[in-house]
C-alpha cells in the first residue's frame, strides 16, 4: 500500500448503466459502443495531485488491445503452466469463442485490476445449466492494498447476478475462500470437479465456491455440492 495514499473520492459519474433495465439478456451485451458501463472517480493524494481510476466492463471484441496484452503478461508471469503447447504465445485471457466480459479498473491506460468472466452450456446430473466461469482476477503488485481487488470482483458479481445464468462459478486456493465470500460467493468444500468427462477425466483439487443465481440454479445447489461437475478445462 501506498502510505500516501488517501482515497477520498470526490467524485462518481457513472457514465452508462451495465445493465439494460428490466430484462435479463445473456450478459447484457450492448450491440456497439465500447465499454458496457464506466466509473470514474478522482482520489486525492497526499501531496495534493488527483489521480483519475476507471472501472469499465468490456465485451471480448471491444477490450482496447493495450488492456489485454497487459493482462496476458501479468498471466504469463503469474501462471507459466498456462503457457504450454499449442498456448505457448496465447494472446487473450479466455478463448475469444466463449463471450467473455472484462472487468478493467485502470488510470490513464495503465492497467491496474482485472478479471473476466465467459460462457458455457454445461451438462450436470442429468440437466444442461448456463454457466459463467469467473477468473483471470488480479492486481498488479504496485497497486495493492488500495482495495482494487475487491472492486473488480464485486464489479463481475454484480454483472453476473444480472446475467441470464443459472449458476457461476471459480475456482481458488483455499486460502481466498473469505476474499471471495466477502462479494457473495459459496463455498462448497469437498465438492468434486473433474476435467474431462466422465469416461476419461483428471480430477482438479482446487476449491470451487458458486453463484446460484436462477431459480433452476438454486434447485440444483444439492446437485452441484454432491455430484462431481465435468468441466472441458479449469478456468
Known amino acids: 500500500m501506498f502510505g500516501a495514499l488517501h482515497t477520498t473520492l ?4 457513472i457514465l452508462h448503466d451495465a445493465v439494460t433495465r428490466g430484462a ?44 489485454m496484452w497487459q ?22 485471457t479466455y478463448p475469444p469463442d466463449m463471450g467473455t466480459v472484462h472487468f478493467a479498473i485502470t488510470e490513464e491506460g495503465v492497467l491496474l485490476s482485472y478479471a473476466s468472466v465467459m460462457r458455457m452450456d454445461l451438462p450436470h446430473a442429468g440437466e444442461r445449466y448456463v454457466v459463467h466461469g469467473f477468473g483471470n482476477a488480479f492486481t498488479f503488485p504496485p497497486y495493492r492494498g488500495e482495495g482494487l481487488g475487491r472492486q473488480v470482483v464485486d ?31 459459496e463455498a462448497l468444500p469437498g465438492a468434486v470437479t473433474r476435467v474431462g468427462t466422465p469416461e476419461r477425466f483428471t480430477a482438479y483439487g482446487e476449491l470451487r465456491m458458486m453463484l446460484f443465481l ?11 455440492a454432491g455430484e462431481p461437475l465435468y468441466v472441458p478445462w479449469p478456468w
Request: charged letters at 20%; a positive charge.
Open 10 to 13: 470526490l467524485n462518481i459519474a
Open 24 to 67: 435479463r439478456p445473456a450478459l447484457a451485451l450492448p450491440e456497439r459502443g465500447g465499454a458496457i458501463g464506466a466509473i470514474f472517480a478522482t482520489s486525492a493524494q497526499a501531496d495534493g495531485s488527483v489521480i483519475m481510476i476507471e472501472r469499465r466492463i468490456y465485451r471480448q471484441d471491444e477490450l482496447p488491445e493495450s488492456l
Open 71 to 92: 493482462a496476458v503478461s501479468f498471466m504469463r508471469v503469474q501462471w507459466p503452466s498456462i503457457f504450454k503447447g499449442s498456448l505457448r504465445l496465447l494472446k487473450h
Open 155 to 185: 464489479m463481475a458479481t454484480g454483472f453476473l447476478r444480472e446475467s441470464d445464468a443459472d449458476v457461476a462459478g471459480l475456482f481458488c486456493a483455499p486460502g481466498l475462500e473469505r476474499f471471495y465470500a466477502a462479494s457473495g460467493w
Open 214 to 224: 436462477s431459480e433452476k440454479g438454486r434447485q440444483a445447489r444439492t446437485a452441484f
